[in-house]
């Protein structure tokens, strides 16, 4: 019998604050290169702050980092937010990406920290 594969979903939502891209379900070698492609993309419209939402992040590999490494360096210092859940925060402490990418606890305190920025 196959195993179903838990829902991947990304979705964009334009605010007053910034561009926030929601993240829903495993970030792995078959789903990374479609949140990289979603990404990249969003990169393009020249938000003035990127708040990558995985509070519903369920599993985060290798592949992940990787796109979160690719994505903070594509964009000026600052201008991505990161909301984590303990599945994207264990990794990212474990290889101090962390500190350069510093997590925030929920969505409103990542808006929060933007407007506090501007």
């Not at 929601?22 to 708040?51: C, K, N, S």
Request: net charge negative; no cysteine.
């Amino acid at each position: 019998m196959a195993q179903q594969r838990p829902e991947f979903t990304v979705r964009e939502e334009v605010t007053d604050a910034a561009l926030v891209v929601t993240v829903i379900g495993e970030v792995d070698l078959a789903t990374a290169p479609q949140l990289r492609d979603v990404l990249e993309h969003a990169i393009t419209t020249a938000p003035a702050v990127l708040v990558l939402d995985m509070s519903e992040v369920s599993y985060f590999d290798s592949t992940g980092l990787d796109v979160l490494i690719h994505i903070s360096t594509a964009l000026d210092t600052g201008r991505l937010r990161l909301v984590a859940s303990a599945a994207v925060i264990r990794p990212l402490t474990l290889t101090g990406i962390d500190s350069l990418i510093p997590p925030h606890p929920d969505l409103a305190s990542a808006l929060e920290h933007n407007a506090d920025n501007r």
